[in-house]
């Protein structure tokens, strides 16, 4: 019993020894660690985005703007899709991301559900569409639908009543409309619970927002994709998503690289600037004037 007991403190004398080595090496190797760690990160949710973000919200203060007559919530679409070499894949959900919290300031009274980032793309056997480039993410028509309905259910479920529809890409824009057809149908004996599907958000790029830049003498670098409008759009977003250094000193791109007609190698964020506020302004004014009829 004695040499079973000796050894068992020896056993513990010699975890304790090797347990204080560790600890001081640990301790020598914390200091640079913690130099290597990045500082001043920025927050996920700055206070402009707690304002309107339900993922910037807990369900309580969630629950608190409810009761105080917030009914009406955006949720935007984006697309994760190839925009030619110089733009990032995301672009879609970075603009729908920025400019629903935009729309939703200007309008009063209204929150953002988080973006929709898969949207239809093109097909995966074979690949189709954009699916033909690197980094594009499809998911099928039926999917698609499935994803927006059921996360206007939840909507509904929570108590919004004005469920806005707001997808930043052209290929499922017609998709989204026949979403909420579907909805107000199904909803329709509840009455006051409605589907907004907002067009003019999309709309208004090729139309008022490309005549601007005609007006301006860009109209043969307008295109059908990641064009001088596309990437203008973007720029003024989110600069950091365009290579612009590259953009610059590139030839003029074309659909082997994913730019389908146009050029993007003029665009600036000034000129993005108009057409982003006429997508905000036309969300906004089509949302407003919904629930003035819907109140």
């Known amino acids: 019993m004695g040499n079973r007991t000796m050894r068992g403190n020896g056993v513990l004398l010699g975890r304790s020894w090797l347990c204080g080595l560790l600890l001081a090496g640990l301790s020598g190797l914390s200091a640079p660690a913690r130099a290597e760690e990045p500082e001043n990160l920025a927050p996920a949710c700055p206070p402009p985005a707690r304002q309107v973000e339900l993922a910037c919200q807990s369900w309580t203060e969630i629950d608190a703007a409810m009761k105080a007559g917030t009914r009406t919530v955006i949720l935007p679409v984006g697309g994760t899709e190839q925009s030619g070499p110089y733009m990032a894949v995301?672009?879609?959900?970075?603009?729908?991301h920025v400019l629903a919290d935009e729309i939703a300031r200007k309008v009063g009274r209204t929150l953002v559900a988080p973006v929709l980032a898969y949207v239809p793309e093109g097909s995966t056997h074979p690949?189709?569409?954009?699916?033909r480039f690197a980094g594009t993410l499809s998911i099928p028509?039926?999917?698609?639908?499935?994803?927006?309905?059921?996360t206007a259910e939840s909507l509904k479920a929570q108590g919004f009543t004005t469920i806005v529809l707001l997808?930043?890409?052209?290929?499922?824009?017609?998709?989204?409309?026949a979403l909420a057809k579907k909805l107000n149908r199904r909803w329709a004996a509840e009455g006051a619970v409605r589907a907004l599907y907002v067009g003019a958000y999309y709309e208004v790029v090729a139309g008022k927002y490309?005549?601007?830049l005609r007006q301006r003498g860009y109209g043969v670098a307008l295109g059908k994709h990641a064009d001088i409008s596309d990437t203008?759009?973007?720029?003024?977003?989110?600069?950091?998503?365009?290579?612009?250094?590259?953009?610059r000193q590139a030839d003029k791109p074309?659909?082997?690289d994913g730019v389908y007609g146009g050029d993007p190698r003029q665009a600036t964020a000034e000129l993005g600037r108009a057409g982003t506020a006429m997508q905000v302004q036309a969300a906004a004014e089509a949302i407003s004037s919904f629930n003035r009829r819907h109140p």
């Open 254 to 256: 074309d659909s082997a």
């Open 210 to 212: 490309g005549d601007y």
């Open 167 to 177: 997808g930043d890409h052209g290929g499922y824009q017609t998709q989204l409309a």
């Open 127 to 131: 690949r189709t569409g954009h699916m």
């Open 141 to 150: 028509p039926a999917v698609f639908a499935g994803l927006v309905e059921g």
């Open 232 to 247: 203008s759009l973007m720029l003024a977003v989110d600069p950091s998503l365009v290579l612009e250094g590259l953009l």
């Open 90 to 96: 995301g672009k879609h959900n970075i603009r729908a």
